[in-house]
């Protein structure tokens, strides 16, 4: 079996938690792809899949789901084939759609667990006010550019975080709601201001491994 390494290390009762563990991935790209990838692998059966963007050129030098051949494509078919490529067991609800106050209620379960990968601020505090005050565990990523030192994320309450633009921008419209506490996975070295943002393959991919590896031990402790 593909997952008996893993199953060596956890046994199979926190497997089977795995196995019948439903996650929703909010954002699929650079940070949300990996995600999302990385919980199949760890035999994660249920998946929902929310982006609503296609796959960029500019995308290819850090996300899993970018290469030639997926180019004007959406991520989320993108990740829903790579996904039943690993596991065909895998149930996924690939869902094209961008996040809104009026859909969230539509696109977020109370039976799942959330990770929030997306990009725009507005949209990220809706997702993790929506889940703090219907009590739906959420880990959030914060920013992952403009980096390229050696990686150093860790997870912690936003309220603890530092050198971040985003989550200081997150704090102050959180704290406006009420939101008392997110875990988030932040790094704690200080990014450059250069704008656009710039981006590195391994900056992205190690926020959403942090993420999958949130989630993981969240279900399985």
Known sequence: MWT?????????????????????????????????????????????????????????????????????????????????DINPNCK????????TSDNISKLISKDTFVVDAIDSVKDKVELCDYCYKN???????????????????????IYKTSNDGLAKVMRKLLRERGVKKLD????????DKKMPVGSIAYYPAMCGSMLCAYVVNEIIK
């Open 4 to 84: 008996d390494r893993t199953e060596l290390l956890l046994g199979k009762e926190k497997l089977e938690k795995l196995k019948k563990s439903f996650v929703t991935v909010i954002g699929l790209g650079g940070v949300g792809g990996t995600t999302a990838i990385m919980l199949a692998r760890c035999g994660v059966e249920k998946l929902r899949l929310v982006d609503f963007d296609k796959v960029d050129e500019t995308n290819i030098n850090r996300q899993v789901v970018a290469n030639t051949k997926t180019v004007g494509k959406y991520k989320t078919d993108v990740i829903r084939d790579m996904i039943l």
């Open 92 to 99: 996924i609800e690939a869902i094209n759609a961008k996040l």
């Open 135 to 157: 009590e739906i565990p959420i880990i959030s990523a914060m920013g992952a550019g403009n980096r390229f030192d050696l990686p150093n994320f860790k997870v912690l309450d």
């Open 184 to 191: 988030v996975v932040a790094c704690s070295s200080e990014a």
